[in-house]
């Protein structure tokens, strides 16, 4: 068995207010109360992350962020620092998710830079990869997972690779009630971690955990997640609704 501890994070994108997010906190921390087998993080709106990091105070829940800037401090309006999200007490940060790809104008080299910016502040990054429908079908999938695997990871060392994570999210799967069959998300999950291999070698390629995301639900949380390449996941939609979201972290292992 895979040494690598699942980790389970919700990606709550633009939903919730504080007070929702605490109700969440309030109905979800009972249902995973020493639920010790899965690392657990709730990635929530800026707005909500202090409310979220004091409901979660004394249970093993984390808190992330869903974007960050790459610069240390300065003119930026509108944006959120590295620094601004550890001191608020984030353990995790998703970077280049495929929204913030489409909509916001992010590229493989600008989720780089935010990659060593986390790291410096002691972030767990969870960088996100996948192709579009188009790509898939125009035979272009490893091309492109490739591709955004090198530049999205480049400059890392062994040392800073270590607590690096990847998320794989095939684009025409978000949202979309679509899911990439196990096998596909694991062929997918192969082919990402050949490359990690490739720049920093076999050890820290197996050590690496590469998440699955894109419509996982509690009813293919569980064939998804005890596919061995598969060592976790990223939740949208289905981490909104408390009961949901912890049957998901809590999937039966097969
Ligand atoms: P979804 O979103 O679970 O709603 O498909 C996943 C994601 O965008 O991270």
Redesign the pocket.
């Known amino acids: 068995m895979s040494q690598r501890k699942p980790l389970i994070a919700a ?1 709550w ?1 633009m939903y919730k207010t504080a007070n929702e997010a605490t109700a969440f906190v309030q109905a979800f921390a009972p249902l995973v109360k020493g639920h010790t087998r899965d690392e657990i993080t709730l990635c929530v709106p800026f707005l909500s992350i202090p409310a979220v990091v004091a409901a979660t105070h004394g249970t093993h829940i984390h808190v992330g962020g869903q974007n960050m800037y790459w610069q240390e401090e300065g003119a930026f309006t509108g944006e959120t620092s590295a620094a601004m999200l550890h001191a608020a007490g984030c353990a995790h940060v998703i970077l280049g ?3 913030r790809r489409q909509f916001f104008g992010e590229t493989d080299e600008t989720v780089n830079q935010k990659l060593h910016t986390a790291l410096k502040h002691k972030l767990v990054p969870i960088v996100c990869v996948g192709e579009l429908l188009a790509e898939r079908e125009g035979g272009k999938t490893e091309e492109v997972l490739l591709r955004q695997t090198e530049r999205s990871l480049a400059g890392l060392t062994v040392e800073t690779a270590r607590t690096v994570v990847i ?1 794989y ?1 095939p684009v025409w ?4 009630g679509k899911t990439a069959t196990p096998e596909l998300a694991a062929e997918a999950h192969v082919l990402i971690r050949s490359q990690v291999a490739r720049m920093l070698g076999r050890e820290t390629a197996e050590a690496m955990r590469i998440l699955y ?4 639900k509690p009813d293919n949380a569980s064939a998804l997640l005890n596919q061995p390449e598969i060592d976790g996941a ?6 909104l609704d408390p009961n949901s979201f912890a049957k998901i972290v809590t999937y039966a292992q097969s």
């Open positions: 990606n994108k998710h495929s929204e998320a999210e799967a978000i949202g979309t995301g894109g419509s996982v990223l939740v949208g939609g289905a981490s």
